[in-house]
């Protein structure tokens, strides 16, 4: 067998490098490609959660806006939750209103966020009452329609608002603050069924008054909060005092 030729050793070198370099240039080339399927992880929300019920399938607008920018204003996380879950649309005459249609023409970005989450709201059945700080049940006419439920007898609290009344019961009793406005007042408990009556639990007849009784709600959550931590510096601190005097 004769030997290579210093033609053919030279002939391979070049077949070799073009090979190398094409194969370079390919992963060159779909290096982008493939980074861009990888999407960076969303970070978990932080802060204490605020539920807001809206009217199933349906809600107004306003009166879940405004009440989610005071509570995100106050550091809160805010959930959209309904009774079945899933796509809730805004409610037509809602869009119309002074407040909405300057919300949309500034983008107002709480605003935009509200409309967002409103295609996956959360089954209320699937709220935790001790994950839950404050409780909001907005109102809506398609709010007392998933509130009450007409027989031939009359109208009767629904299956919906028995369920709603008892997780603000268990919200309130694990300290957590329950309020509503319009219609969605039919979904808190009375104050006899609470633990503490007479605290953190607020009602607006109209939805007008969506901002006083967010402002209230974050307010008392602010308040609970502080009392127990001072509570809880008073019983450190008079530990310590107690093990000095030993």
């Not at 053919?8 to 493939?34: D, M, N």
């Not at 199933?56 to 989610?68: I, L």
């Not at 805004?90 to 909405?100: G, V």
Request: aromatic content about 6%.
């Amino acid at each position: 067998m004769k030997p290579f030729s210093d033609q053919s050793v030279t002939t391979y070198a070049v077949f070799g490098l073009l090979a190398i370099a094409c194969v370079a240039v390919v992963l060159i080339y779909f290096r982008p490609f493939s980074s861009k399927k990888k999407k960076p992880a969303h970070a978990k929300p932080t802060g204490p959660r605020a539920v807001i019920v809206i009217g199933d399938h349906e809600f107004e607008v306003p009166c879940v806006a405004m009440a989610a920018t005071i509570f995100k204003l106050g550091g809160m996380h805010v959930v959209l939750a309904s009774a079945s879950g899933g796509d809730c649309i805004p409610e037509k005459s809602s869009l119309e209103t002074p407040i909405a249609k300057e919300a949309g023409d500034r983008q107002d970005p709480v605003w935009m966020e509200v409309l967002n989450q409103a295609h996956t709201t959360v089954p209320l059945e699937r709220v935790k009452s001790a994950e839950t700080a404050i409780l909001f049940v907005a109102g809506g006419p398609q709010m007392l329609r998933d509130l009450r439920q007409t027989t031939l007898a009359g109208s009767s609290p629904s299956p919906f608002c028995a369920f709603l009344q008892r997780l603000c019961v268990q919200v309130h009793a694990g300290g957590g603050v329950i309020g509503a406005v319009g219609h969605g007042v039919r979904g808190l408990p009375e104050e006899a069924a609470l633990q503490e009556p007479g605290v953190r639990r607020f009602a607006g007849r109209l939805d007008s008054a969506v901002e006083e009784i967010a402002d209230s709600m974050l307010a008392a959550r602010n308040a609970y909060v502080a009392r127990h931590a001072a509570a809880a510096n008073a019983m450190s601190g008079g530990g310590a005092d107690a093990k000095k005097e030993d």
